[in-house]
């Protein structure tokens, strides 16, 4: 029977390992397709999944897949559906196209009440080939290296989806809280591609402060040197202005506490970092009275929003700082995603060697 290289999590905890080894090549019902993939990215969540803090998953983690179909099921129909097709796998990896979520306008698909989560629910991407149903296929265009295109399939998508839902008007001043990380970075290229003027907020050294200006921020703000405030050194850099949206990629409580008075007139508090289940956010709701103040929160996008964020690539509007390793070497970085250089993606082979 035929094998393929995947990357088996053992021990979820805080002691996880992944055995590196073969497994049999998963085959397809007759509305499903088979995916060679090329490479995938490792985010923050497969380190969560991991270490247990999103309770149980699947042993193959993995959502930032790019590949080929390489089978396609008897009763597929899709004109996308052939051998050959160029193809991304995220974190939903189906959703039911028939609950009301999913019939309602605007992203509705994101919150099917039945959906499915990569690495999660079913296989993810740290394996060479998935299986994906024939309804939740989404082809990607030719253009654009595998290894950027990998980091939008969840981070990028996530960073580009936070700023359509906060929906204000372009050349605003956009907060972006956590703004180092994988999605902040992301958020801060995309928010000065969309024709946004971004302020950076993180802490932690001057890496992060390089990080974020070579992302593009206009200005950077550190939260650790926030003498006085974080608001007063707002006011001071952008000559008066307070943001019309801050997104909180953050995962912390503090980040949304800090966020709230950064915020002008009708603005809007986008969450997408999510702190520990224990925590809590305190404020007192007469900001929000008195200013108009909005939250939202947004998760990933839906297929569309993953084929938009893709053209930012592809017209190198927007450039993932990525860290390349083979899955052979998995254990050593995965630990670590959250303080490499750049989004960790992993070479699962050569498709044109399959
Ligand atoms: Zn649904
Ligand atoms: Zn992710």
């Not at 950027?148 to 359509?164: D, E, H, Q, R, S």
Request: proline letters at 5%; charged letters at 20%.
């Amino acid at each position: 029977m035929a094998e393929q290289l995947v990357a088996i999590l053992k021990n979820q905890g805080a002691d996880f390992t992944f055995a590196i080894t073969t497994a049999t090549i998963p085959t397809i019902q007759p509305r499903e397709i088979l995916v060679c993939l090329e490479v995938t990215g490792f985010c923050g969540t497969d380190l969560s999944l991991a270490r247990g803090h999103l309770g149980s998953c699947n042993t193959i983690l993995g959502h930032e897949g790019i590949g080929r179909i390489v089978a396609v099921g008897a009763m597929c129909e899709a004109k996308a559906a052939v051998v050959g097709q160029r193809v991304g796998i995220g974190w939903i990896r189906d959703a039911c196209g028939a609950c009301p979520n999913c019939m309602s306008a605007g992203a509705g698909e994101t919150r099917c009440t039945t959906q499915v989560f990569s690495g999660r629910d079913v296989a993810g991407t740290l394996a060479r080939y998935a299986v994906v149903p024939e309804r939740y296929l989404v082809p990607l265009p030719e253009e654009g290296p595998s290894e950027l295109l990998a980091p939008i399939m969840c981070a990028g998508v996530t960073a580009y989806k936070a700023l359509k839902v906060a929906n204000v008007t372009p050349g605003s001043w956009i907060g972006v809280s956590g703004a180092a990380g994988g999605v902040g970075s992301l958020a801060v290229q995309y928010a000065k591609a969309m024709g946004y003027r971004t302020v950076a907020i993180d802490g932690g050294g001057p890496q992060r402060r390089a990080i974020c200006l070579e992302a593009g921020a206009d200005v950077y703000l550190d939260y650790e040197e926030a003498e006085p405030d974080l608001r007063t050194n707002l006011l001071r850099a952008t000559g008066g202005d307070l943001c019309a949206a801050v997104l909180v990629c953050a995962g912390a409580a503090a980040a949304y506490e800090d966020a709230l008075p950064c915020l002008a007139y009708f603005g809007v508090l986008v969450a997408v970092g999510i702190p520990p289940p224990t925590s809590k956010v305190s404020f007192h709701p007469l900001t929000l009275i008195d200013y108009g103040i909005r939250f939202v929160g947004s998760i990933t996008g839906d297929r569309i929003d993953v084929l938009e964020a893709v053209q930012f690539v592809i017209r190198g509007l927007v450039k993932p700082r990525t860290v390349l390793i083979d899955l052979i070497d998995l254990n050593h970085y995965a630990g670590q995603v959250d303080q490499l250089d750049g989004k960790l993606v992993v070479r699962l082979g050569d498709v044109s060697q399959r």
